[in-house]
């Protein structure tokens, strides 16, 4: 393959020395104790045909879920690049969690390509809820791919490894929440001068430390990134860590040359923020100082530092964040359920009671209460639970008619949205302004029907859904049925008015071990 092929979506003019190939042209190497040392010297650095061959085979060798899609799958779903629509209309998965597509010296459109490339990765790997490193592994393979069905292929191989103890790519939450842990656990065992400044200087260490994966993936120059990754493919997950630390340490040196080596007061500590900022741009200036092959000794002169250790402290962080309850990013739910009517809410909580809603209303109708949290939903909603008993609790007007009246509404204006009371205290107990209904309710009273259409006692009774980034409700009045909190780890239920139920679980307040939606639409207007 000419080598012009595998840098068919580079800008050739940003390259520097890296578009003059030079060094050797093939490596017949396939010993992993060698190849790791040829990675570390950067053997196939300086030929960037030699260099997309070396990673073609070593993606290759990466052992893989049984089907694991492939280019021939990416061809078949996206055809011919020519003519597809722009990035500005196909935009990143939220798993990626705004992460932007570095451009590490790639063509304009190219970036289109990326996004094109992750648009498709995120229909085939529907398991991904996390994942903030996709855009800049996707635009560093690009470079090496000769198309972009290859890059595909490649990076889906990366997203299936199946071998055991091998960890490439965090693809969840929990995962990456944990890798930060355990980065600050190695900043402090590892770095100690280093993590001394950040805790003296920093108001969160922890925020500080959850851009660690974005210094390496992200931040730094496309001359540093390239070797990291010559060395990631051989060696793993581990050589991200052990650079995010050596950049520490650069950092931590640079601040001390620049005379800020003395420790403010507690009252003085910077926005942790401003601190991630100051970092950040250390390491995308970092190539006026420090030579990629310089970053890699320092980071490979860490003694001590094993796998096995970094997969123990993983794990046992891990652990620590199930049982605190934080596994997932809260803001996902709604880029879920948004777009289907009716959905099934199920709760699993840690003392094992299931219980869950049936919700009449898409979830996206909450935006029209602007910031403000507003109850949402018709009379189909009902809140059931399955364990430790079966039961179903429907709206109180459809087991209580006689709380809906066909009395004309006193006044004439629309019904407002109905605001919705803070975690679990009691609205108003005001009557709804009502459009009169066409017969007697109570004679053909149907949960499909808005609440609106009733003359009804108190609004506390058409409370059934609402939500905002903070908290999941569902019904209202002198408590919610379900509370879920904004990180979707813990919740509370309490009998309310709308539904007349008793608390759904076993204690009113619970833990989430599990939390699923189901979400139905309509077949005639899917078609449409």
């Given at each position: 393959?000419?080598?012009?092929?595998?840098?068919?979506?580079?800008?050739?003019?940003?390259?520097?020395?890296?578009?003059?190939?030079?060094?050797p042209s093939k490596l017949d190497v396939k010993d992993?104790?060698?190849?790791?040392?040829?990675?570390?010297?950067?053997?196939?650095?300086?030929?960037?045909?030699?260099?997309?061959?070396?990673?073609?085979?070593?993606?290759?060798?990466?052992?893989?879920?049984?089907?694991?899609?492939?280019?021939?799958?990416?061809?078949?779903?996206?055809?011919?690049?020519?003519?597809?629509?722009?990035?500005?209309?196909?935009?990143?998965?939220?798993?990626?969690?705004?992460?932007?597509?570095?451009?590490?010296?790639?063509?304009?459109?190219?970036?289109?390509?990326?996004?094109?490339?992750?648009?498709?990765?995120?229909?085939?790997?529907?398991?991904?809820?996390?994942?903030?490193?996709?855009?800049?592994?996707?635009?560093?393979?690009?470079?090496?791919?000769?198309?972009?069905?290859?890059?595909?292929?490649?990076?889906?191989?990366?997203?299936?490894?199946?071998?055991?103890?091998?960890?490439?790519?965090?693809?969840?939450?929990?995962?990456?929440?944990?890798?930060?842990?355990?980065?600050?656990?190695?900043?402090?065992?590892?770095?100690?001068?280093?993590?001394?400044?950040?805790?003296?200087?920093?108001?969160?260490?922890?925020?500080?430390?959850?851009?660690?994966?974005?210094?390496?993936?992200?931040?730094?120059?496309?001359?540093?990134?390239?070797?990291?990754?010559?060395?990631?493919?051989?060696?793993?997950?581990?050589?991200?860590?052990?650079?995010?630390?050596?950049?520490?340490?650069?950092?931590?040196?640079?601040?001390?040359?620049?005379?800020?080596?003395?420790?403010?007061?507690?009252?003085?500590?910077?926005?942790?923020?401003?601190?991630?900022?100051?970092?950040?741009?250390?390491?995308?200036?970092?190539?006026?100082?420090?030579?990629?092959?310089?970053?890699l000794e320092k980071a490979f002169s860490i003694r001590?530092?094993?796998?096995?250790?970094?997969?123990?402290?993983?794990?046992?962080?891990?652990?620590?964040?199930?049982?605190?309850?934080?596994?997932?990013?809260?803001?996902?739910?709604?880029?879920?359920?948004?777009?289907?009517?009716?959905?099934?809410?199920?709760?699993?909580?840690?003392?094992?009671?299931?219980?869950?809603?049936?919700?009449?209303?898409?979830?996206?109708?909450?935006?029209?209460?602007?910031?403000?949290?507003?109850?949402?939903?018709?009379?189909?909603?009902?809140?059931?639970?399955?364990?430790?008993?079966?039961?179903?609790?429907?709206?109180?007007?459809?087991?209580?008619?006689?709380?809906?009246?066909?009395?004309?509404?006193?006044?004439?204006?629309?019904?407002?949205?109905?605001?919705?009371?803070?975690?679990?205290?009691?609205?108003?107990?005001?009557?709804?302004?009502?459009?009169?209904?066409?017969?007697?309710?109570?004679?053909?009273?149907?949960?499909?029907?808005?609440?609106?259409?009733?003359?009804?006692?108190?609004?506390?009774?058409?409370?059934?859904?609402?939500?905002?980034?903070?908290?999941?409700?569902?019904?209202?009045?002198?408590?919610?049925?379900?509370?879920?909190?904004?990180?979707?780890?813990?919740?509370?239920?309490?009998?309310?008015?709308?539904?007349?139920?008793?608390?759904?679980?076993?204690?009113?307040?619970?833990?989430?071990?599990?939390?699923?939606?189901?979400?139905?639409?309509?077949?005639?207007?899917?078609?449409?």
């Amino acid at each position: 393959m000419a080598e012009e092929d595998y840098g068919c979506f580079v800008d050739w003019t940003q390259m520097g020395d890296l578009a003059n190939s030079s060094g050797p042209s093939k490596l017949d190497v396939k010993d992993p104790v060698e190849l790791k040392k040829l990675a570390r010297q950067g053997h196939w650095a300086k030929n960037h045909k030699l260099r997309a061959q070396v990673y073609q085979q070593l993606i290759k060798a990466i052992p893989c879920r049984t089907v694991t899609p492939d280019a021939e799958v990416y061809r078949d779903l996206m055809g011919d690049s020519t003519g597809k629509k722009a990035s500005s209309v196909i935009p990143l998965p939220d798993f990626v969690d705004g992460s932007a597509v570095p451009h590490y010296c790639l063509k304009a459109d190219a970036v289109t390509t990326v996004h094109r490339v992750i648009s498709c990765l995120a229909g085939q790997f529907p398991d991904i809820s996390h994942c903030p490193a996709l855009p800049a592994m996707t635009a560093l393979l690009l470079h090496f791919s000769a198309d972009e069905a290859q890059c595909f292929e490649n990076i889906s191989r990366l997203l299936a490894c199946n071998e055991p103890g091998r960890r490439l790519v965090d693809q969840t939450f929990l995962a990456y929440e944990s890798s930060c842990m355990t980065f600050g656990d190695l900043a402090n065992k590892y770095c100690p001068a280093a993590h001394k400044l950040i805790v003296a200087t920093a108001q969160d260490v922890v925020e500080v430390y959850s851009g660690w994966q974005r210094w390496v993936l992200g931040d730094l120059p496309f001359s540093h990134v390239a070797r990291v990754l010559d060395v990631f493919l051989v060696e793993g997950y581990k050589v991200l860590y052990r650079v995010a630390l050596a950049l520490l340490k650069f950092y931590r040196k640079q601040k001390a040359g620049a005379g800020a080596g003395a420790q403010p007061s507690e009252g003085q500590k910077q926005d942790s923020a401003e601190v991630k900022a100051e970092i950040q741009a250390f390491v995308k200036a970092i190539g006026s100082s420090i030579t990629p092959d310089k970053l890699l000794e320092k980071a490979f002169s860490i003694r001590l530092f094993s796998r096995k250790e970094i997969t123990l402290l993983q794990l046992a962080n891990e652990k620590s964040l199930q049982q605190k309850g934080i596994t997932v990013k809260q803001k996902r739910f709604y880029a879920h359920v948004e777009g289907y009517e009716p959905t099934l809410l199920l709760i699993r909580t840690c003392e094992a009671d299931v219980c869950g809603a049936f919700l009449s209303t898409d979830w996206e109708e909450r935006k029209r209460g602007g910031n403000k949290l507003s109850f949402f939903g018709t009379g189909e909603c009902f809140v059931f639970r399955l364990k430790p008993e079966m039961e179903r609790y429907e709206w109180v007007v459809i087991r209580h008619p006689e709380l809906a009246s066909s009395i004309k509404a006193q006044s004439s204006e629309d019904p407002a949205e109905d605001e919705a009371p803070t975690d679990g205290q009691s609205s108003d107990d005001n009557s709804l302004p009502v459009e009169r209904p066409a017969a007697d309710p109570s004679n053909r009273l149907s949960p499909f029907l808005s609440a609106r259409h009733f003359h009804l006692n108190s609004r506390n009774t058409s409370m059934f859904m609402a939500g905002n980034v903070d908290s999941i409700i569902v019904g209202g009045g002198e408590g919610n049925a379900l509370y879920i909190d904004g990180e979707l780890n813990h919740g509370r239920t309490a009998r309310c008015t709308t539904f007349d139920n008793p608390p759904l679980c076993s204690t009113e307040s619970f833990q989430v071990a599990l939390l699923e939606v189901w979400g139905f639409q309509d077949a005639m207007a899917s078609d449409r």
